[in-house]
């Protein structure tokens, strides 16, 4: 049996079992050996915060943003990081559950610190020297320090609750930002999300950031399948091979558009791997990607900016 297809059954159990994303982080850590923070994820996600930075900056006025919110971080916080290295103020991270871990907050910071000694942080990160002299302060009374300690002086608030319903305030939010996260949340819960997101989101120079990989992750596992082996199956099959644990919603990004703009919220600059369109044909697509110019299914990832400015709370349905 296929790797992928190996994976997929462990994590549909799992999925079933009391704290499904505890057992899957130590699968993933001692089965498929996925949870090592490497340099590859690591300079992906700091690639991803210097693209919202700019983004934010390119449309606000190069201020700094005061106030983030990121959805979905996971195991390790890089992008927080780096919104406190840069000035913010409060930064908050949502997600339904608790993901990381004082010794994971510890392997990210001293990844920042080795980056900078090999004078790569600065090549993404324009930090304040005072805020990274916090990150040494941290580092040098680890053992000494709370969770709730380090987390308060890097300026981050988890928020452990549904993003369908904040406790933030309307307008309280500069950069909203998330990172690989959407392909995994269906619409059905991420129309209420983005609502939720437009309200909180500050409406005089807020920006929506968002990267999306819309690669089949058990191809990210398995190098035996390409990036479109998932496109394969009806959504019927795909409700049987999916799991709860990391769902894949298939969306391409003209579905994105589409929710996008049924909410009214405007998508400023777009930018997209183009994929493979000779992986892409070898697959024998399900009956509902059939109507999908070829071109936009094989996209990969893309990375939407919205500029908030002004943007009405009406929303159009087409349903
Ligand atoms: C796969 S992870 C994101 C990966 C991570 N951003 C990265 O860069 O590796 C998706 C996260 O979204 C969170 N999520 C899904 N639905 C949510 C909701 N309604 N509210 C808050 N978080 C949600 C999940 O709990 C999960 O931790």
């Known amino acids: 049996m296929k790797k992928w297809k190996q994976k997929a059954i462990v994590q549909k159990i799992i999925s079933y079992l009391p704290l499904s994303h505890k057992i899957n982080y130590f699968f993933q850590k001692?089965?498929?050996?996925?949870?090592?923070?490497?340099?590859?994820?690591?300079?992906?996600?700091?690639?991803?915060?210097s693209d919202h930075i700019n983004s934010y900056q390119k449309y606000a006025g190069n201020t700094i943003p005061k106030t983030?919110?990121?959805?979905?971080?996971?195991?390790?916080?890089?992008?927080?990081?780096?919104?406190?290295?840069?000035?913010?103020?409060?930064?908050?991270?949502?997600?339904i559950s608790f993901l990381t871990s004082k010794e994971r907050l510890k392997n990210t910071l001293e990844k920042f610190v080795e980056s900078d000694q090999k004078q790569q942080l600065k090549k993404y990160v324009s930090y304040v020297p005072e805020r990274f002299q916090i990150l040494n302060d941290i580092l040098a009374h680890y053992n000494q320090l709370s969770l709730e300690d380090i987390l308060h002086r890097l300026h981050i608030t988890y928020l452990i609750e549904d993003a369908r319903k904040?406790?933030?305030?309307?307008?309280?939010?500069?950069?909203?930002?998330?990172?690989n996260t959407f392909e995994h949340i269906y619409p059905s819960i991420l129309i209420p999300i983005l609502i939720e997101f437009k309200r909180v989101v500050n409406k005089k120079e807020g920006v929506m950031s968002h990267f999306i990989d819309m690669s089949d992750h058990f191809a990210h596992f398995d190098k035996s399948i390409n990036i479109y082996n998932f496109l394969q199956f009806s959504d019927r099959q795909w409700e049987y091979i999916d799991n709860t644990i990391q769902p894949q919603n298939r969306n391409r990004m003209c579905d994105y558009k589409n929710i996008f703009s049924d909410l009214n919220i405007p998508i400023t600059e777009s930018s997209y791997r183009e994929g493979n369109l000779n992986e892409l044909k070898t697959i024998s697509l399900a009956d509902k990607y059939l109507d999908y110019p070829l071109e936009e299914i094989a996209i990969s990832h893309c990375h939407l900016i919205s500029v908030m400015k002004n943007v009405p709370d009406e929303i159009i349905s087409h349903n």
């Open 30 to 49: 001692y089965v498929t050996k996925g949870v090592y923070l490497s340099d590859a994820y690591f300079f992906d996600r700091l690639g991803h915060a």
């Open 166 to 179: 904040l406790s933030l305030s309307d307008n309280s939010i500069d950069l909203v930002n998330s990172n």
């Open 68 to 95: 983030t919110l990121e959805i979905g971080t996971g195991w390790y916080p890089i992008v927080p990081i780096s919104f406190f290295l840069i000035g913010a103020d409060k930064i908050y991270s949502v997600d």
